[in-house]
């Protein structure tokens, strides 16, 4: 039971994580390396407001959250766009400018152990036998809620379709002049949302450290490698999968093998099925 | 005359998602006869030549190459056994010159396995080989970079691509669109004589008027489905063709 | 009207022409003039060990040859075979460690640790990235960013090959001459034989995988068997780079895996120009220095080179080596009229 209840937890922790990286590259075609760099900026940025500004902890939140999606949203108009369409150059320029960002707070000193955030909800409560913190229920709560807002939002709102549009099919949605420019910025905004939203809700677990930036991409993509870019099931999937093997490990042969787990996972995907659980990329000859 | 048939198309269909881009498709050709294939854009002409080079794998029916299966087999091992493809947009290797492209060809394993290792100089058969199909020799036009090359000249290296292989089929995918006609009257001599080297052809076209001066049977595809095959002369007068093409209106049936 | 005795006159004038292809040869004039940017790069290389004189700045020299090695391999498989490898850090580890261990525990000795280590890690490196070859080239970037991070992590919680703590006291060379002239007619034997490989009609069938795959494809070419060979030559010279590093410093640890050694030669290819072999080598040896002299205002260093690098990636820059070429091929000189 222990093992389900926080294997459901660790399941939506990934999932949230993969998801920002997840829509950016389903929509814009760019594998957003700074992901986890927005993550911990959100979390930094709220302890900021909170302990520097002195604004309560869900003013805090909302800011943060507003400014990493604005900061997302403008990496993308002004410095991504320019490297559109070039894979190595927007990784590496992605990559840079989130090491940039990660490196940026190491310098600042913030690598000691004083920087958290507080829970939610204080406390925690058993269920059929497993005790469990309210925070990890909320993670699951907020998993559902967002999971259910991002369905509601890419199947009923206009942008929403127009996102969803330009992931199926980028020259059909380009003909029914919705611009991928503006879907990109949009999609950047997003998952930088969502990178924020996953922070505050998951980092009240533990610490923030800038190790943690490198430890939410490497997840992030390591979900996505497994269950497949560019499938959204597939990424659910991929998170399940991982999160359920790396509560089973950490069950049966201790806390250091979730990352063992994560390399073999990624290799016996590559080996099996190298596009994903659910991915859809062809094969290089069927893209004539 | 070789009456044999070098290639059987056998009931080939593929879709991709609800759209069938193939639907049940039969074609025999002859050897070393040029083989037609025409029909409205949209009707599977280029996925039925996809599927025959092995670069889209079809849902069910199969492809027999000289009495051998070989449906299913990757498109490099389909170019190996001898049937080439030019590309309907030509795919050169622009930061390369012209004669360089050839070299790529002239590396394959096929080449290497026909001549038995000695390849001699790469350069100089493609310098023989671009000769042959229209780039002078003595100028400075093969050593320039693809990507300074007209359409028509691109054309004719696609073409080349396809000669250096020493092919038994060579499949042209649209190879006179966005050419002059006097450019395509240029082209044609070639094209008989690689007829007259034994080559199978089949031509993907639109220019009606060119490939039935060429072709010694044509099938008509529409939808993805064979409406005809016949010789040049009969197809013109086919009601079924002239219907695909201009669109009379249906009766009931 | 005054009389106008001098004009300006470019120097590669009667001979531009003649450079390429065969022709070059006809004269001595053209054979200088193509050779002495190549003499003046390699007895500069040659010599330049010689010219400095503390010990930290050759030791700085001969991290500039490794990094530029690393920085070869991605030039190579990015620009001519358009495979974009982000892995260098695979490479350096990989190399790295098998180095170590086969020098702390099998006791071998430096000189068959180090070419052991070269082919092997070379094969290693290539099996785990073969599955990314056939499938778009993203997933390639992106799994061999990752494996280099992943082992690392793997490495500290398994706590094998030396843990967090890695593999101290392994041999160093006998002095630093020897390290110097090592690595140095090393790095330019690396720069030439691949500058040769792409002329050549093998370098030419991987320079078309990178232009079109699939008219290579359909010229009875098995794309993925060629991919693999490149993975293969990139990752013997990035293993051997990690090797020689590891008996540069006498231990190996997870730094070996740290993503400085992935990101630094992309930085040196594009400050030294991509798609010429030379300008990474050049793009280190500027790179290496400034990255040294940075290392006093610690993570800035990184945040530094970081957004030079996304600046360069950006905005698109030509880099040195191309633009020097230009203005060789340009330099004017009087000549009387």
Redesign the interface.
Known sequence: MNIILFGIVNSVVLALLASGFALVYGVS?L?N?AHGALYILTGFATWLFMNRIGLNYLLSIIFSILIVTIIGGMIYRL??I??KGL???E???S???G??IM??F??RGFISEAYMLPPFIKGSLSIMGVVIDWQRIIIIIAGLILMLSLWLFTHYTKVGLSLRAIAQDRRASMMAGIEPDKASVIALALGSALAGISAVVILPLGNITVETG?SVL?NA??VC?IGG?GSWMGVLGGAFLLGFAQILSTAFLGP?????I??LF??IT??LK??GLLGK?K?????? | MNKEIILRVNNVSKSFGGVKAVNCVNLEVSEGKIFGIIGPNGSGKTTLVNIITGFIKPDSGSILFEGENITGLPPYKIAGIGIVRTFQIPKPYYSLSAMKNLVVPLYSTRILNLVEGKTGDRDTVALDILEEIGFERDSNTPYKPASSFSEGYLKRLELARCIALKPKIIIMDELFSGLSVSEITSLIPIIEKLQMNGITIIMIEHRIKELFRLADRVMVLNFGERIAEDTPDEIIKNELVKRAYIGVAEDAT | MTEITRRKERIDRKIKVLTEDIYAISSLRTIVYILLPRFVFIIGMLILPLMISSMAWQKILIISCIFSLLAISYDFLANFVGIVCLGGALFIGVGGYISGLLNSVLKLPLYFSIPIATIFGGIICTLFLIPCLPIRGIYFAIVSLMYPLLFSRVIQALEIFGGTDGLPGLDTFPNIWFELYIIVPITLIVTFSLRRLVNEDFGIVLRAIRDNEQAVIASNINVNRYKTSSVFIASIIGCFAGAYLAHLYGWVGLSLFALDFSIFPIAATVIGGGGTLVGPVIGSIILAPLSEMLRAFGPLRVVFYSLILAGLVIYKTEGLVPFLERKYHKTERWVDV
Do not use: G, K, T
Not at chain 1, 283 to 288: C, G, S
């Open positions: 075609r594998a390396f410095l991504l320019r490297v894979p190595a150059s990784i590496i320029a990559l840079a400018i090491i940039a490196e940026i190491r310098w490198y490497i993509v390591a490698i870019l250091n093998w979730q990352m063992v994560v390399l990624i290799i590559l080996i190298p596009s990329q094969r290089l000859e069927e893209r004539v």
